[in-house]
């Protein structure tokens, strides 16, 4: 009988290539979709060490169209997926006003239509087979509005918001919808965000991609709605939802000034 499969995006590195490690431990074989093929060839060549099958697909997955040349990859190679893992995506720090907009656009791309795609094409499938489930990777962004990220803090709500729906449409099907909603990490999302110098980064302690991605790991293998990682992060999720409005925003806008 063949292993499960996992199907992980942004997987060149990261929350991405840690979550496929997790999954290849626990005894799934891994597809790994990122744009760098070199990066996806190092996360390939580690995961066979740990005696797991990995399959490599570069594609980019920013494009419109980048959902559509995934899943002809996977079909290509004959491939069935069992566990989607939406973990690709990437921020930028600037006000909307002073923002490249086609970044923007290609982040919603990404961060939205992507993931969307993706879980349309392959849950319908999983449902009929009675087994499997979607982790998505949102962030403790889903749970405020973030001035001067405002695209990438409403595209992780997007995330929270159409997982917890999931989970409430998928139970008894033996499928399941966890998101994973991790504050800061130590990986190369802060500089492609330009957020290097931002007093978040300066007060927030980072986590591991390692650690994050076994507590997310955890977290999808019981079955959990959600899970955010570290205490810390639990305390700025629950600010974002309980505290006012004005106050929490006023707080995200100073943190996300350089």
Known sequence: MSAPLALVTGASGGIGAALAMQ????????????????GLSDVAAKLAGKGAKAHVLPVDLAVPEGAKNLLQGLKDLDLEVDVLVN????????PVAQ????KLLSMVDLNIRTLTELSCALLPHMVERRRGGILN?????????????AVYYASKAYVLSFTEALYAELKGTGVSATALCPGPVKSGFQDA?????SLLLKLSPMMTPKKVARIGYRAFAKGRREIVPGLANKMMAASGRFSPKNMTMALVKRLQTQ
């Open 87 to 94: 973990n690709a995506g990437f921020g930028d720090m600037d």
């Open 137 to 149: 990777v949102a962030s403790t962004a889903a749970y405020m509005p973030g001035p001067n990220m």
């Open 99 to 102: 923002a490249d907009c086609s």
């Open 193 to 197: 965000a330009a957020m290097k110098g």
């Open 23 to 38: 999954f290849a431990r626990h005894g799934y074989d891994v597809a790994l979709a990122a744009r760098s093929a070199d």
